[in-house]
């Protein structure tokens, strides 16, 4: 008989469970296991090649150990880095998760967007060639965050952060110029849909957030739509390469995702 897919969703932390939650949904039967690599968190702040070399060497062990079906990248420092290189060493298909720049700029009326990611992921040429092919007549302001993901992970420990502090962050994306405001904002990192309701309260003024999520989601399933279903599939598991036990609270927020 055959299995249902082993899908692994690999983030430098716990901002992917934004985008496992969208793939469960979409793919209730799969088995999961979120790999999430607080060792090296954040990436945010890593050299490229020391980077590459790290994120190779994880999705490699859990390739080897896990046997997937196919692999998401769930994590856009990640995924604007080391994309190449991951589908160059490894057969199995890589979905990754990158700026959504395209549907952004098609959807904004102002025709002026911000792109809020890591400074890291901003600052790639990645992005930039995105913003080249797919922004033409729209207007894109880069707004690369040092401290969100860090903010994201310290709300799921169970340890409040200000809205001043993630006010201050997202800042940059409010753009009013030639009477066009900023009317759209890609969250170009998993981390940052963890915060979502805080960015609203905190916002100058209301703009559409665009979450990848779901769009990740409908590609994993479009890709496995040969590989038949699981009536009972295992519970996700979930590994940190810290090799770490999550604390009560972090333990209790991830039960929210099924682990
Ligand atoms: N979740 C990651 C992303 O989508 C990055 C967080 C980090 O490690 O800096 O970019």
């Known amino acids: 008989m055959t299995e249902a897919p082993t899908i692994v969703v690999f983030d430098s932390g716990l901002g992917g469970l934004t985008v496992f939650r969208e793939v469960a949904r979409a793919r209730p039967d799969a088995r999961f296991v979120y790999v999430a690599d607080d060792a090296g968190f954040p990436y945010g702040n890593m050299p490229e ?10 999705i490699g062990k859990a390739i080897d150990r ?12 990640a995924s604007t880095l080391a994309l190449t290189e991951l589908r160059a060493r490894f057969k199995v298909p890589f979905v990754g998760t990158v700026p959504a720049i ?7 009326q102002t025709k002026r967007i911000a792109v809020l990611g890591t400074q890291a992921t901003v600052g790639r040429e990645y992005t930039r060639a995105l913003i080249r092919e ?22 799921l420990a169970g340890q409040p952060v200000a809205d001043s502090d993630i006010k201050s962050e997202i800042a940059g994306c409010f753009v009013e ?4 405001r900023t009317d759209t904002v890609v969250l170009a990192c998993t981390h940052y849909p963890l915060l ?13 957030w665009l979450d990848p999520a ?12 040969d590989v ?4 009972a599939p295992p519970p996700p598991r979930i590994v940190f390469t810290s090799g770490q036990a999550p604390s009560p609270i972090l333990a209790r927020a991830l039960a929210k995702y099924g682990f």
Not at 177 to 180: L, N, Q, S, T, V
């Open 66 to 77: 896990h046997a997937p079906d196919l692999v998401v990248v769930a994590c856009n420092t």
């Open 177 to 180: 110029a030639d009477g066009r």
């Open 214 to 225: 779901p769009a990740i989601a409908r590609r994993v399933a479009d890709l496995l739509r």
């Open 196 to 208: 979502l309701e805080r960015f609203r309260a905190v916002a100058p003024w209301p703009v559409a």
């Open 228 to 231: 038949p279903a699981d009536a």
């Open 49 to 58: 090649e020391a980077l590459i070399t790290r994120i190779v060497h994880v």
């Open 102 to 108: 395209k549907p952004a700029c098609a959807q904004s």
């Open 134 to 155: 797919f922004a033409a007549g729209c207007e894109v302001t880069l707004v690369g965050s040092p401290r969100l993901a860090t903010f994201a992970e310290a709300e």
